[in-house]
């Protein structure tokens, strides 16, 4: 195996922080294609917690070099935080180590405030992370985004910010009635931020070309989820990004390689943030106390996670639209102990029975099919799963046709099962 993609397969914060932090160790390059500080992915080290947004969970490995790479957008200033972060969690970070593509796009504070000013005054509320993901890969399709090389020059940079600004400066005003900062603050501050960014800053698709070449191990880290996929998510409660498997192909590049393996990482149960249809979604106590042993509070955003039962036909899209080959299960360990269990093995829709929830369906419209299975109170300590465990994954195995290959029960990097189903890196 010399390429793996590590794909969030329901919406977001499934886990993969962790899944790509112990994989990455295996591996020469850790690449993310596709989002930005929207993105949190938090790794448990010796009991100290690390949060990342925009910086590659293969950060804390050495030998690791990790990349940023052009379809990624990019907040200088989120990245000036998260540098001072890591070096105080004695993480040192140089050119050796990290590259970040000079065509990223740049998040601007006219982005997040546009994003912000959207979210508050509608007329639709996505629930977004107000981080200005959004607004920032409109510029980019529109042919207005900053790149990051656009910052290394002042004249460039406030020329190009004039142009982005005219149509957000009519709408700062008379839409949103907010205020907004002068072109010469924001080119300064940028030109600023610009100078800590510049000695990363490099030419990532040629240098991942020539990784690939060279036959080193690389693996993508995918942010979000499919579900909040631009293309293929529950559309317009979604992210701006591609968060499948085909952001690979546009946000870095592949250079004519498959990617050997496309492992989903999927919580055991449900989540989401923000607003938009969520068919298992547990309104009672035991969602509740889901929610309170999962911790399911956005890394990113402080917010409270929505919480369900395990959606298989959610799972089952997910797979097609994303390539998947096997998948991680994730905390494992937070349904262990419930007085009840259930797993959604299919939806009724339209009067019609259907086990994978396609685009065009509309997800408010299904009603979940239960399957009952016999709850588990698994300690997790002598490496053997209970029969009722056993169950819950082979019920998941069974109707996705898939292999679990991961099973991972507790923060740590050491609280995990390789179930052998798949050989990472060892070919
Ligand atoms: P945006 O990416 O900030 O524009 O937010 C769009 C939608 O994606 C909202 O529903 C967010 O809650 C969701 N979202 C964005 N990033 C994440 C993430 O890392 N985990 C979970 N949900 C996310």
């Not at 970070?93 to 509608?122: A, M, P, W």
């Not at 979000?224 to 546009?250: A, E, K, R, W």
Request: proline residues 4%.
């Amino acid at each position: 195996m010399q390429t793996l993609a590590i794909i969030g397969s329901q919406w977001g914060d499934e886990g993969k922080g962790k899944i790509t932090d112990l994989l990455g160790a295996k591996c020469d390059v850790v690449v993310r294609y596709q989002g930005g500080n929207n993105a949190g992915h938090t790794i448990v080290v010796d009991k100290k917690k690390i949060v990342l947004h925009i910086i590659p969970s293969g950060i804390l490995h050495p030998h690791t070099t990790s990349i940023i790479a052009h379809g990624v957008v990019f907040d200088p200033d989120a990245f000036k935080a998260e540098l001072a972060d890591t070096q105080k969690a004695g993480i040192n970070l140089s050119f050796n180590n990290l590259k970040i593509s000079e065509n990223c796009s740049v998040i601007t504070s006219y982005h997040k405030l546009l994003d912000q000013q959207r979210e508050s005054q509608g007329p639709e509320r996505i629930g977004t992370t107000g981080k200005g993901i959004g607004p920032c890969y409109e510029d980019k399709v529109a042919r207005k985004a900053i790149k990051i090389k656009d910052l290394f020059n002042k004249e460039t940079l406030k020329s190009r910010l004039q142009k982005n600004l005219i149509e957000k400066e009519t709408l700062f005003k008379h839409l949103y009635h907010s205020s907004f900062p002068s072109i010469e603050d924001e080119t300064s501050r940028l030109f600023e931020l610009g100078k800590m960014v510049r000695p990363f800053a490099c030419d990532t698709f040629s240098f991942l070309s020539e990784c690939i070449s060279n036959n080193k191990k690389i693996l993508f880290e995918g942010a979000q989820g499919v579900l909040l996929d631009i293309d293929y998510g529950s559309y317009p409660f979604v992210t701006s990004s591609n968060t499948s498997f085909g952001g690979i192909h546009t946000g870095a590049g592949l250079m004519g390689r498959p990617v050997d393996e496309v492992l989903g990482i999927t919580k055991a149960y449900t989540t989401r943030v923000g607003e938009g249809p969520f068919p298992t979604e547990l309104h009672s106590e035991i969602g509740k106390k889901i929610q309170k042993i999962g911790n399911e509070f956005g890394a990113t955003t402080g917010r409270i996670r929505r919480c369900g039962w395990l959606d298989l036909p959610l799972l089952h899209y997910s797979i097609k639209a994303s390539n998947l080959t096997s998948l991680a299960l994730t905390k494992v360990d937070v349904l262990s102990g419930l007085s009840e269990l259930k797993i959604c093995h299919a939806y009724r829709y339209r009067g019609e029975t259907i086990d994978c929830a396609w685009p065009g369906i509309d997800m408010n419209e299904v009603e979940p099919i239960y399957t009952d299975m016999t709850p588990f109170h698994d300690t997790f300590k002598n490496g053997v799963l209970s029969t009722e465990l056993t169950s819950y994954i082979k019920m998941i195995e069974d109707s996705l046709q898939i292999p679990v290959s991961i099973i991972a029960y507790g923060p740590e990097r050491s609280e995990i099962i390789f179930t052998g189903a798949r050989n990472f890196f060892l070919k």
